[in-house]
């Protein structure tokens, strides 16, 4: 099934104490960014849990 682009985005900023979470990216620009994605037809909520767990396997509530 292809996803839905409906031109939404989401990001987290995740903290543990004075810790920020970011992640090396790998594709063009290389930098490092916050967790993020595309909503893909879900709500801000559900995608933000999806994408958390996709790209840096953390469960979030």
């Known amino acids: 099934m292809s996803k839905i682009c409906d031109n939404k985005s989401v ?3 995740i903290y543990k104490g004075n810790i920020l979470l970011m ?3 790998k594709n063009f620009p290389k930098s490092y960014a916050l967790p993020a994605g595309h ?3 879900d709500t801000f909520d ?3 849990r ?3 767990k996709e790209e840096v396997g953390i469960n979030i509530l």
Do not use: K, M, V
Request: proline fraction near 0%.
């Open 50 to 52: 999806r994408e958390t």
């Open 39 to 41: 909503l893909d037809g």
């Open 11 to 13: 990001g987290q900023i």
């Open 23 to 25: 992640i090396e990216r």
């Open 46 to 48: 559900i995608a933000a």
